[in-house]
């Protein structure tokens, strides 16, 4: 093809609707720097934190996108200060409740990924109540990770799949990960200016493509997305092999 007869159906550096990832997932990282930056104490950029994840579910939803996750709370977030945990964990009730009540009207559906047996057991009724609410919705689907580890994830399926006396092989192991059925994220994104996962979907991204950006998360906007929408629809996704 000629160099000036490629038809281009988008503007450069617009988001180019025809070619969205399926899935996206995210580390929502820097809360508690916004809020420092500010005089605040964390647990206020938590707050406009759990907004910011309510705004860019909608966008992307809105885009085409089929799939969110978002990094909310990892294995390791038990080490701080109990009343970080405790404000992040009543926020999370608050959106549990939340997304009872409106997901079938906004047909936007909420899963867990993670081990939910350590959250309180008030929060594993709502978090059993709203997937059944989930089961019966279509379309758009946002995964919150809640005590979410990688390594934690990968050793539970292997744990199932042993225990079902399942030959181990990565499509049988696969079905018993948090995110079974769903395709691995062809873009994960993280804000906050960290270059590194912390131990986020350690199996699902394998062929990942990465987008770090120093935006706090409270601060991130619509452009952003899009930015790392069009960063991504520049790469050259080769999986090994040669083009
Ligand atoms: C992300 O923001 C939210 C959680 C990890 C729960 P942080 O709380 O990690 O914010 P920083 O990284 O300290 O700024
Ligand atoms: C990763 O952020 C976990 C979540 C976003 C839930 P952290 O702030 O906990 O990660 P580190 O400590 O910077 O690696
Ligand atoms: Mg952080």
Known sequence: MGLFSKKVSHKAGQVDKSRLPRHIAIIMDG?????????????????????TFRKIALQCKALGVEYLTIYAFSTENWK????????????????MQEAIDTMERDKMKLRFFGDLS????ELQDLACRANA???????????????YGGRDEILHAAKLCA???????????????????????EL???????????????????????????????????????????????????FGGVK
């Open 133 to 147: 609410v989930a089961d019966r919705v279509e379309g758009f689907q946002a995964n919150l990770c809640i005590n």
């Open 163 to 185: 225990a079902a006396g399942e030959e181990m092989t990565e499509e049988n192991l696969e079905k018993h990960l948090y995110s079974a059925g769903i395709p691995d994220p």
């Open 118 to 121: 350590a959250l309180s057991p």
């Open 80 to 95: 701080r200060p109990a009343e970080e945990v405790s404000t992040l964990m009543s926020l999370l009730k608050k959106y």
């Open 31 to 51: 809360n508690g720097r916004w809020a420092k930056k500010r005089g605040l104490p964390r647990t206020a950029g938590h707050k406009v934190g759990a907004e």
């Open 188 to 238: 994960i994104i993280r804000p906050g200016g960290e270059l590194r996962l912390s131990n986020f979907l350690l199996w699902q991204c394998a062929y990942s493509e990465f987008y770090f950006c120093d935006t706090l998360w409270p601060d991130f906007g619509e452009r952003d997305l899009d930015e790392a929408i069009v960063a991504y629809q520049q790469r050259d996704r080769r």
